[in-house]
T-cell receptor, first 111, second 114 residues
Framework: AQRVTQPEKLLSVFKGAPVELKCNYSYSGSPELFWYVQYSRQRLQLLLR??SRESIKGFTADLNKGETSFHLKKPFAQEEDSAMYYC?????????????FGKGITLSVRP | KAGVTQTPRYLIKTRGQQVTLSCSPI?????VSWYQQTPGQGLQFLFEYFSETQRNKGNFPGRFSGRQFSNSRSEMNVSTLELGDSALYLCASSFNEGGPYEQYFGPGTRLTVT
């Protein structure tokens, strides 16, 4: 079964500091990986996906198959980055393919 | 396009009752997924519907069921409510079957079981 692990529940940094939100997955195949974000009083929304290899709002995430990780990074955090972040994986095979979420991490960026 | 809508936004029920939640996907989206969100467990997949057929199901008891109508609107039903069913229930729609094409989430229905 797929499993997505986000080892930390909370990360608090000062504005301008680098941010790394950790995500590890367990899947022997080639999963598709995503980061979703939920800002206060807003809906859960897609931040980025690994197949796009794009940077959104200054965030990037690199898939490391050797370490089965998909950490989300931003070199200089902004106060508006404060939100709940969820890592998710999708295994595109079989009848049980579904999006599996980690438990999420709260990012707090202090002024 | 209007976003995913969910009704009602808030519900308070007592143990043993049943509840029906509704989700209207974005126009043109044929896939609807349901998730349960709790502080302890995070987001857990309930089921996915595409073209009125349940395609995938998560690890939830049979008390949780759903359906999808020909206009892609979906409902989920929870029977014999338990205190542990208190959660935010999220619906997400996407254009393609089976995901993981970008899922668009609704605001959720907050269910409180007393």
């Amino acid at each position: 079964a797929q499993r997505v692990t986000q080892p930390e529940k909370l990360l608090s940094v000062f504005k301008g500091a680098p941010v790394e939100l950790k995500c590890n997955y367990s899947y022997s195949g080639s999963p598709e990986l995503f980061w979703y974000v939920q800002y206060s009083r807003q809906r859960l929304q897609l931040l980025l996906r690994h197949i796009s290899r794009e940077s959104i709002k200054g965030f990037t995430a690199d898939l490391n198959k050797g370490e089965t990780s998909f950490h989300l990074k931003k070199p200089f955090a902004q106060e508006e980055d404060s939100a709940m972040y969820y890592c998710a994986s999708f295994s595109p095979t079989g009848a049980n393919s579904k999006l599996t979420f980690g438990k999420g991490i709260t990012l707090s960026v202090r002024p | 396009k209007a976003g995913v809508t969910q009704t009602p936004r808030y519900l308070i029920k007592t143990r043993g009752q049943q509840v029906t939640l509704s989700c209207s996907p974005i126009s043109g989206h044929r896939s609807v997924s349901w998730y349960q969100q709790t502080p302890g467990q995070g987001l857990q997949f309930l089921f996915e519907y595409f073209s009125e057929t349940q395609r995938n199901k998560g690890n939830f008891p049979g008390r949780f069921s759903g359906r999808q109508f020909s206009n892609s609107r979906s409902e989920m039903n929870v029977s014999t409510l338990e205190l542990g069913d208190s959660a935010l229930y999220l619906c997400a729609s996407s254009f393609n079957e089976g995901g993981p094409y970008e899922q668009y989430f609704g605001p959720g229905t907050r269910l409180t079981v007393t």
